[in-house]
Nanobody, 121 residues
Framework: QVQLVESGGGEVQAGGSLRLSCAASGRIFSINTMGWYRQAPGKQRELVAAVSSGGVTNYADSVKGRFTISRDNAKNTVYLQMNSLKPEDTAVYYC???????????????WGQGTLVTVSS
């Protein structure tokens, strides 16, 4: 069983910064893409940023230039540095990963429990 454990959420004033971390643990042979999604009250979950095992990144237009995603493959950990935060960034942030448990296994998707980010004006 693979688990993702997120940390780093909290409350910050507009213009401030937060750094989210997400560590994967369990029976892991390899991880393909790792990413961050968010869900604001009354809205659908949306992709914030993702990074492939080779370091290729993808960002939502709303966070480009403000957020940076990175990963440490040796630690099976992904980070999200969030700068210049805005009240509209307020949401529960979820970590996501595509992993496989063995070289012959198919890739499976796993989600973290979510961490709340609140940006006050």
């Amino acid at each position: 069983q693979v688990q993702l454990v997120e940390s780093g959420g909290g409350e910050v004033q507009a213009g401030g910064s937060l750094r989210l971390s997400c560590a994967a643990s369990g029976r892991i042979f390899s991880i393909n893409t790792m990413g961050w999604y968010r869900q604001a009250p009354g809205k659908q979950r949306e992709l914030v940023a993702a990074v492939s095992s080779g370091g290729v990144t993808n960002y939502a237009d709303s966070v480009k230039g403000r957020f940076t995603i990175s990963r440490d493959n040796a630690k099976n950990t992904v980070y999200l540095q969030m700068n210049s935060l805005k009240p509209e960034d307020t949401a529960v942030y979820y970590c996501n990963a595509d992993y496989r448990s063995d070289w012959w296994a198919r890739y499976l998707e796993v989600w973290g429990q979510g961490t709340l980010v609140t940006v006050s004006s």
